[in-house]
């Protein structure tokens, strides 16, 4: 039907006031995640880990089960915030939820830099502030998908397995423990993921970098410490001040005999400089001077 | 009015983009002329809250545009010069996300989204990725996303840059349906002039940051006369005193000489002149004036 036929018509419905204007971005960035092939085959397999440690916690409450297969040569197996810790802090969950970043993230911004796309959202009725709660929450809802979910479901299941409020009752904080180092560890992978994905047009080269300074971090710290032996260059490392921090959260030991506090400084002060990038560098319009 | 501004000053840096621009618009499809760093896109952009002016102050259909941009960009679409699109998303998707953007609900605006693509000629590759697009299925593409919310003014850039002709005939096709037959403002800024004449009856002509001249086309064509002559003889002088008398002279490749004349000017002046300087009027016609001839009058070019 041509132009000619069928002509301009009105829309006779009303605009909402959204309490959530972001929501659309949400949805759709985590849409257009499950659409990657790649993506359909690392997604279950992210959760291998937190399935693992859950049949950790079933042994736990079956033991004297397993020692009458077994003998008395089965270990005991301790339900405490160390083993939380050993899952949410680990470097294993540490490294998938980079690689769940790498699908989800890296072309939050960069898509929207290379095809132009950021006058289309910044020419509707959306602050930056939006867009950007928008973008940070595809993030947040897959790693909260490898972090808070599983600290959840593990504490419940314990009581399911266990029959009884005991553990809780042990450690009524660990739940906050969890939010914490939940959000924690979130909060900085948005950041990380938002800041680089805002530096270049390319989706490959923003998953390159993520990568690349996540483990590049920890190289030179390596290198820094067999060179100096000073541990004050864990600091140079994103995994080792994750996991300072993440101890100190599970009121566990830090892996590192410095203050957690520098820890938490340098990765505030990462989120504020990404933060500050991120507000130059993404703009309604670019202006050539 | 819809679109009222008031001595808007902008600058880059130490680059004046906009010096003091006033305008005040009726109704209607809107021509924004001007020549490449005239201001033109700096000021959609003030006009849709992307940039803040310095000085100034305006309002876009009740507006204000340093306060309430939200409320202008949520009544108003806007068509971007570039290709701009978000990938991996069908036309349908694409359309519908943005105007879930501007605040409609979803369901209404994919149904919304599906009618806005039949619309601009679509709806057979609605379900097809943007990114797969041909230039001018974007250029509809984005047409759509600027309606799909069914604004009360449309701020289009360069519409039919990169166009073939019958893609363009079908974009202005577009373009006047939604401004003529519906009470909806059209404002477009093109280098194409006769695409601006076809589709606008009003125009506003920018240069070097300041307004040139902006009317109504057909009274702006009035101001100026426009003269066809042929002449034999010494021509110096005959010119120089035209000059004198306020004429803008333009020679052509055929030995043609344009003369535009200032408002109220007699033509009996031409052959007293003529006489004067013994210079012979070989071809003498009152020609009409194009939309060219007037951008060329107000920037001053030839």
């Known amino acids: ?289 | 009015m819809s679109i009222e501004v008031n001595d808007i000053h902008f600058n880059y840096g130490k680059i004046k983009a906009l010096d003091g621009v006033s305008l005040d618009l009726p109704q209607g499809a809107i021509g924004l002329l001007g020549p490449n760093g005239a201001g033109k896109s700096t000021l959609i952009r003030i006009m849709l809250g992307f940039l803040s002016p310095d000085r100034g102050e305006g309002r876009i259909l009740g507006y204000d545009i340093k306060t309430q941009q939200e409320g202008i960009r949520r009544h108003v679409g806007y068509m971007p010069e570039d290709d701009c699109f978000i990938p991996e998303l069908d036309a349908v998707s694409f359309t519908s996300y943005l105007g879930e953007l501007s605040g409609m609900p979803r369901q209404e605006a994919m149904k919304r989204a599906h009618e806005a693509l039949y619309y601009v000629g679509l709806e057979e590759s609605r379900y097809r990725k943007v990114e797969t697009y041909s230039g001018g299925m974007k250029q509809r593409l984005k047409l759509a996303q600027a309606i799909v919310h069914d604004p009360r003014l449309i701020f289009l850039d360069e519409p039919t840059s990169g166009l073939d002709p019958q893609g363009r005939t079908e974009i202005l096709d577009l373009i006047m349906d939604i401004s003529s037959k519906k009470d909806i403002q059209v404002l477009i800024s093109s280098h194409i002039l006769p695409d601006i004449e076809l589709t606008c009856s009003y125009v506003v002509i920018l240069n070097k940051g300041q307004l040139a001249a902006q009317g109504e086309i057909s009274k702006l064509k009035e101001i100026r006369d426009l003269y066809e002559l042929k002449i034999k003889g010494e021509a110096q002088e005959f010119f120089r005193k035209l000059e004198e008398m306020k004429c803008r002279l333009e020679e052509t490749e055929d030995g043609l000489l344009k003369v535009y004349t200032p408002p109220g000017y007699n033509q009996q002046e031409f052959f007293r002149i003529a006489a004067e300087e013994n210079v012979q009027l070989r071809h003498f016609v009152k020609s009409q004036s194009t939309l060219e001839d007037l951008f060329a009058d107000a920037v001053g070019v030839d």
């Open chain 1, 1 to 289: 039907m041509t132009i000619k036929e069928k002509g301009y018509t009105h829309w006779d419905g009303e605009f909402q006031d959204k309490k959530f204007p972001w929501w659309p971005i949400t949805r759709y960035g985590i849409k257009l995640t499950f659409r990657k092939k790649f993506f359909k085959l690392f997604f279950p397999a992210s959760f291998l880990l937190a399935v693992f440690f859950l049949a950790g916690i079933y042994i736990s409450e079956r033991l004297d089960d397993f020692k009458s297969m077994f003998g008395e040569s089965v270990p005991s197996l301790q339900i405490d915030p160390a083993y939380f810790k050993t899952y949410l802090a680990g470097g294993f969950l540490l490294f998938i939820m980079l690689i769940m970043v790498i699908f989800c993230g890296s072309g939050l911004i960069s898509d929207d830099l290379k095809h132009n796309a950021l006058q289309l959202y910044f020419s509707r009725p959306l602050k930056k502030r939006d867009y950007f709660l928008g973008k940070t929450a595809v993030i947040v809802f897959f790693l909260f998908l490898l972090t808070l979910v599983p600290g959840f479901v593990f504490i419940i299941m314990k009581m399911i397995f266990a029959g009884s409020f005991k553990f809780f009752l042990s450690y009524p904080w660990l739940p906050l423990s969890v939010i914490a180092y939940s959000v924690l560890v979130t909060a900085f992978f948005s950041f990380y993921t938002l800041f680089l994905s805002s530096l270049n047009k390319s989706r490959l080269f923003v998953a390159i970098l993520i990568f690349g300074i996540y483990f590049g971090s920890e190289i030179l710290r390596a290198i820094f410490y067999e060179n100096f032996h000073n541990h004050h260059f864990s600091l140079l490392s994103i995994s080792a001040n994750i996991q300072q921090v993440g101890a100190v959260i599970f009121n566990q030991k830090t892996p590192y005999p410095i203050h957690w506090i520098l820890s938490l400084l340098v990765l505030t002060a990462f989120c504020i400089l990404a933060g500050f990038v991120l507000k130059k560098k993404v703009k309604g319009v670019e202006i050539v001077k």
